[in-house]
Nanobody
Framework: QVQLVESGGGLVQPGGSLRLSCAAP????????MGWYRQAPGKQRELVAA???????DYADSVKGRFTISRDSGKNTVYLQMNSLKPEDTAVYYC??????????WGQGTQVTVSS
């Protein structure tokens, strides 16, 4: 089983920033897509952002212009810079890794809470 290690969640005030990191084992190869989903209480899990090996990115409409995803392919690590955070961004954020398009592996989840 591949373990994805997440870090960077926490409590932040509205308008603040957080940076999430997710690292996959460097022995993993043929990774196409890495990114983040999130799930808020009572809601379905939704894609937040993803980046392919070709550096193509996808963002949820609700985070465009505020979140930026980046990837260090040499280290199999993906980052999510979250700025101008809103209370509705509160959720558990899950990192994923895909060799194709559908997630093959998931992180354990990290809590992001935006509250004053």
């Amino acid at each position: 089983q591949v373990q994805l290690v997440e870090s960077g969640g926490g409590l932040v005030q509205p308008g603040g920033s957080l940076r999430l990191s997710c690292a996959a084992p460097e022995s993993i190869f043929n990774i196409n897509r890495m990114g983040w989903y999130r799930q808020a209480p009572g809601k379905q899990r939704e894609l937040v952002a993803a980046v392919t090996s070709g550096r193509n990115t996808d963002y949820a409409d609700s985070v465009k212009g505020r979140f930026t995803i980046s990837r260090d392919s040499g280290k199999n690590t993906v980052y999510l810079q979250m700025n101008s955070l809103k209370p509705e961004d509160t959720a558990v954020y899950y990192c994923f890794l895909s060799r194709g398009w559908v997630p093959d592996y998931w992180g354990q989840g990290t809590q992001v809470t935006v509250s004053s």
